[in-house]
């Protein structure tokens, strides 16, 4: 197979159609089978190409542009000129992005126009008082969930911090994924709904990208991690099935109790039982912070974007706007009958993220 590979290679290489790569060789880069070629045309050498199995680069000119040492397709002078690069198989380009000072973006998982201020004014002591039996049940449920964690974790908060946001992240895509199905199913907006918790999920992982530029885990604390990730997850999806109202009360009060062990994050570093080391790249792009940024300071941010997941998800699991998300006959028309609303018609939290 890799000789008829090679030939077929070879012979399309000498009648100078050497953009074309033959079905066979494609083939073989899919089920794995390497394939490499080198040689001379005409008397001028060109560069080898390494066929790999799932290859992530594309092919957007002839093989001699192939770069030896990245294995991708060197720019055009055209691209070159417009600051275009190619990123995909497809040959899909981007324009060059820079920051404000005109030195290259280096980031591919946020853009610039993604990066914002958090708003570090926001209050830190609100909190919702358990009214119902749902309320109650939700609050006394995070406060036995927090008995584990404050046990194995003590007073080690960057390993803390990076477990609690493996958690914090999977609430808002559960809620944004079920908003989803629901606005197919019922042909109906979702009132910026999706949106909304999708860039909450997005925001308590990027929480999590800057965390582990800090903390390196332990081998068996990202062990806990995957367990609990697994349990959580599958747990929460069938909570919000239930009843999406105590699905975001619960996360309201998971919401409060990081505010609180951010806000001792804090107070071991004002104390200095934490180094206020600088703070990661990451951070000072994406909440775009003074270049010499600390510790502090990425904490203080972060604890400002969990008090706004904490009033999203207490004004989400408000009788007027959850009842109807899944849209259960039963409980639509006690909510309209109540209030008229539906939660596409309240306004969706977007523009802080």
Excluded at 105 to 110: A, Q, V
Excluded at 159 to 178: D, I, Q, S, Y
Excluded at 197 to 218: C, D, G, I, S
Excluded at 296 to 306: F, G, L, M, N, S
Aim: glycine fraction near 6%; include cysteine; proline fraction near 5%.
């Amino acid at each position: 197979m890799n000789r008829f590979v090679v030939r077929s290679v070879m012979q399309s290489l000498m009648n100078g159609r050497s953009s074309i790569i033959n079905r066979q060789v494609c083939r073989a880069a899919v089920v794995g089978q390497g394939v490499q070629l080198s040689g001379q045309q005409n008397g001028m050498p060109f560069a080898s190409v390494e066929l790999r199995r799932m290859s992530n680069w594309g092919i957007s000119g002839p093989v001699e542009q192939m770069d030896k040492k990245e294995k991708l397709p060197l720019a055009t002078e055209e691209q070159k000129a417009k600051g275009m690069m190619v990123s995909s198989y497809w040959g899909i380009s981007r324009p060059k992005i820079t920051r404000e000072d005109g030195t290259e973006w280096p980031w591919n998982c946020f853009m610039p126009w993604e990066t914002y201020k958090a708003n570090i004014s926001i209050d830190l002591g609100k909190h919702h008082v358990p009214k119902n039996f749902g309320d109650k049940f939700a609050y006394r449920t995070v406060k036995i969930l927090r008995l584990p964690t404050d046990i194995f974790f003590k007073r080690r908060y960057g390993c803390r911090a990076v477990m609690l946001e493996t958690v914090a992240a999977v609430p808002g895509m559960v809620g944004g994924m079920m908003l989803h199905l629901k606005s197919l199913r019922r042909f109906q907006q979702s009132g910026g709904w999706i949106k909304a918790l999708l860039e909450e999920a997005e925001n308590e992982r990027m929480h999590l990208m800057t965390m582990v530029e800090l903390v390196q885990p332990k081998w068996y604390e990202r062990l806990l991690v995957l367990a609990v990730q697994g349990v959580f997850f599958n747990a929460f999806f069938v909570l919000y099935v239930l009843s999406p109202k105590l699905a975001h009360r619960i996360v309201g009060y998971l919401e409060e109790e990081a505010i609180h062990s951010y806000t001792e994050f804090l107070k071991d570093i004002e104390s200095g039982a934490i180094e206020n080391v600088p703070a990661p790249a990451i951070a000072i792009d994406y909440w775009r912070l003074p270049k010499d940024a600390t510790l502090k300071d990425v904490i203080t941010v972060i604890r400002a974007d969990e008090a706004h997941h904490r009033d999203v998800n207490h004004f989400a699991s408000a009788d007027y706007v959850l009842m109807l998300m899944l849209g259960f006959n039963i409980l639509v028309t006690r909510d309209i009958h109540f209030q008229g609303k539906e939660l596409r018609e309240a306004p969706a939290p977007l523009g802080y993220h």
